[in-house]
């Protein structure tokens, strides 16, 4: 926890700051103190809150915050285990953005069984008045944590179709599609989840949000999307990494920097 907080802090004070989010805190950390004189109450940290320990302990965790002098910005949670209904943990994070003075709530959703469901739930919170939005897993430990490009797309397009934000966390470290060299999975590629969503926006079908998740040529890639560096982005909110330099090599390189963009959404997680 010291080296994230102050790897963070860092970052924020960097000349990149605009494109790095808020801190990502499990819940756990939180809980168990971790946090403590890390924090001067005066530097007004922003960070988001990770629901690891569950649903039904994220109040408690998100009552010790404010007085560490910190502004929670977002609260993310896993609403079920892949395979398991999402319904009734969509439900229940619903409550909890009916009791946030502020903040966005995201509700972490498998892309599995009862998805659909779960996304038109979102909607209607989102039709009341209540900042909450979806979020996806795109990598992991296992194979089947990363989607299909035409899994995701078909994802991407639903969300589009309901007027549901949505961010991305895990095996997106890098701007373009590729093959990991230590694991052999296949990750997704960041920019090609801004293409595809600048696409979505503009009304493309499935088959073409799919075909540009599935691009691994750099240039056509970044010069279909830096034609659209003004665009509005209204699907997307964002990313979690665990890296704010890889990410960031990436977006010099191919020319993509912007700082009006908060795109990388995270890092430096503890």
């Known amino acids: 926890m010291p080296d994230a907080v102050s790897a963070h802090r860092r970052h924020r004070a960097a000349w990149y700051a605009d494109l790095v989010g808020p801190l990502l805190l499990p819940a756990s950390a939180v809980t168990a103190g ?10 007004g940290f922003v960070v988001g809150l990770i629901g690891d320990t569950g649903l039904d302990r994220l109040p408690f965790a998100l ?5 560490l002098g910190v502004t929670v910005r977002q609260v993310e949670a896993p609403v079920a285990k892949r395979g398991e209904d999402p319904q009734p943990g969509v439900a229940e994070l619903v409550k909890l953005a009916e009791r946030l003075d502020s903040g966005s709530v995201y509700a972490e959703i498998p892309l599995t ?24 897993r795109t990598g992991g430990l296992a194979a089947e944590l990363f989607p299909t490009p035409a ?16 961010k991305l966390t895990a095996g997106l470290h890098h701007a373009v599609r590729h093959v990991d060299s230590e694991t052999g999975f296949t990750h997704h590629g960041f920019v090609n989840v801004l293409a595809a969503t600048l696409a979505a926006t503009e009304g493309a079908g499935v088959d ?7 691009v691994r040529d750099e240039r056509p890639l970044a010069r279909w999307t830096d034609s659209r560096r003004d665009a509005a982005r209204p699907l997307w909110a964002g990313f979690g990494s ?5 990410p960031l090599t990436d977006l010099i390189r191919l020319g993509l920097m912007n700082g009006d963009d908060d795109l990388v959404n995270g890092g430096d997680r503890a």
């Open 34 to 43: 971790e946090l403590d004189g890390l924090i001067d109450p005066a530097e």
């Open 63 to 67: 009552s010790l915050l404010p007085p």
């Open 113 to 136: 069984f009862g998805l659909m469901g779960a996304l038109d739930a979102v909607a209607e919170a989102r039709a009341g008045g209540l900042p909450v939005a979806a979020k996806f």
């Open 151 to 166: 899994e995701l797309a078909a994802v991407i397009r639903a969300c589009r179709d309901r007027e549901v934000p949505f």
């Open 208 to 214: 073409t949000i799919a075909e540009l998740l599935t």
């Open 242 to 246: 665990c890296s704010i330099v890889e």
